[in-house]
T-cell receptor, first 115, second 111 residues
Framework: KAGVTQTPRYLIKTRGQQVTLSCSPISGHRSVSWYQQTPGQGLQFLFEYFSETQRNKGNFPGRFSGRQFSNSRSEMNVSTLELGDSALYLC??????????????FGPGTRLTVL | GDSVTQMEGPVTLSEEAFLTINCTYTATGYPSLFWYVQYPGEGLQLLLKATKADDKGSNKGFEATYRKETTSFHLEKGSVQVSDSAVYFCALSKGANNLFFGTGTRLTVIP
């Protein structure tokens, strides 16, 4: 079974631009979560989507948004990029929602650099 | 709020040494606990998990026991290898697929 895939793997943008990252979950998984990883803040939860609906959101500004399609693929968008948005963005998928015992499977991440 | 406190790194060990990485948590209720590992340039991989008190998770020679009385989930391995060099993250979940991560501990194993 193929793992979680994320595209692109690397991205360079300039301040003020916007960016869209894509995530394809493991086949059969319906929940997709996004995390931001930075050296200073570590791993922080952005949001989770299940059945095309955002079910849970972390403490990030409204510039960060996402969506999920009917095939469970997800995209996240960051508008008006700031230097501090430079990070590794990780996508994780799991079979179901609201199960604390369920394992999340992570993709390799998209490395975003904002200049 | 819910949080995870992890042993500060980096940790450097010789091959075949014993490894312990401490992890304690703060949470109401009964969270599930996880250890994830991140190899250079890669995403996170689940190493092991435990879903209730006194459960022991194990994988690839690594073990951790869910201790509710001490709110701990320490990671141990009896004999580390060079290939174990990575960053290790302790995490907890209370559902809604929202993981709270520790800051990570970088392990370097030297031959």
């Amino acid at each position: 079974k193929a793992g979680v895939t994320q595209t692109p793997r690397y991205l360079i943008k300039t301040r003020g631009q916007q960016v869209t990252l894509s995530c394809s979950p493991i086949s059969g998984h319906r929940s997709v979560s996004w995390y931001q990883q930075t050296p200073g803040q570590g791993l922080q939860f952005l949001f989770e989507y299940f059945s095309e609906t955002q079910r849970n959101k972390g403490n990030f500004p409204g510039r960060f948004s996402g969506r999920q399609f009917s095939n469970s693929r997800s995209e996240m968008n960051v508008s008006t990029l700031e230097l501090g948005d430079s990070a590794l963005y990780l996508c994780a998928s799991s079979f179901q929602f609201l199960s604390q015992a369920d394992t999340q499977y992570f993709g390799p991440g998209t490395r975003l650099t904002v200049l | 709020g819910d949080s995870v406190t992890q042993m500060e790194g980096p940790v450097t060990l010789s091959e075949e040494a014993f490894l312990t990485i401490n992890c304690t948590y703060t949470a109401t209720g009964y969270p599930s606990l996880f250890w994830y590992v991140q190899y250079p340039g890669e995403g996170l991989q689940l190493l092991l998990k435990a879903t209730k008190a006194d459960d022991k998770g194990s994988n690839k020679g690594f073990e951790a026991t869910y201790r509710k009385e001490t709110t701990s989930f320490h990671l141990e391995k009896g004999s580390v290898q060079v290939s174990d060099s990575a960053v290790y993250f302790c995490a907890l979940s209370k559902g809604a697929n929202n993981l709270f991560f520790g800051t990570g501990t970088r392990l370097t194993v030297i031959p």
